[in-house]
């Protein structure tokens, strides 16, 4: 049984931070990603991590605020999310590809920034 679990979501103003969890079940996972949808868009990739720590980044306006981490001992992703903007208001998910696919979701996490 494999399970991805998202927490650390909520409201926060423009300017805040927030740091998003995956908690992942069942198995290890070579690449476990964060992606978001806002209201009336299509889902977008935000960073993902590989099992060595690499990771990758959507644009650079993520790349400068948010930063993906990865402790496999818990097998846990982190998404710290730095000077929030309106824009990033969505409903975030974690993924995650047993080799190179997205194939497991998690039920995802609501971010509401405020302005």
């Known amino acids: 049984q494999v399970q991805l679990v998202e927490s650390g979501g909520g409201l926060v103003q423009d300017g805040g931070s927030l740091r998003l969890s995956c908690a992942a079940s069942?198995?290890?996972?070579?690449?476990v990603g964060w992606f978001r949808r806002a209201p009336g868009k299509a889902r977008e990739f935000v960073a993902s991590?590989?099992?060595?720590?690499?990771?990758?980044y959507a644009t650079d306006s993520v790349k400068g605020r948010f930063t993906i981490s990865r402790d496999n001992a818990k097998n846990t992703v982190y998404l710290q999310m730095n000077n929030l903007k309106f824009e990033d208001t969505a409903l975030y998910y974690c993924?995650?590809?047993?080799?190179?696919?997205?194939?497991?979701w998690g039920q995802g996490t609501q971010v509401t920034v405020s302005s």
């Open positions: 069942g198995r290890t996972f070579n690449n």
């Open positions: 991590i590989d099992r060595s720590g690499g990771t990758t």
């Open positions: 993924s995650a590809a047993p080799t190179n696919t997205w194939q497991y």
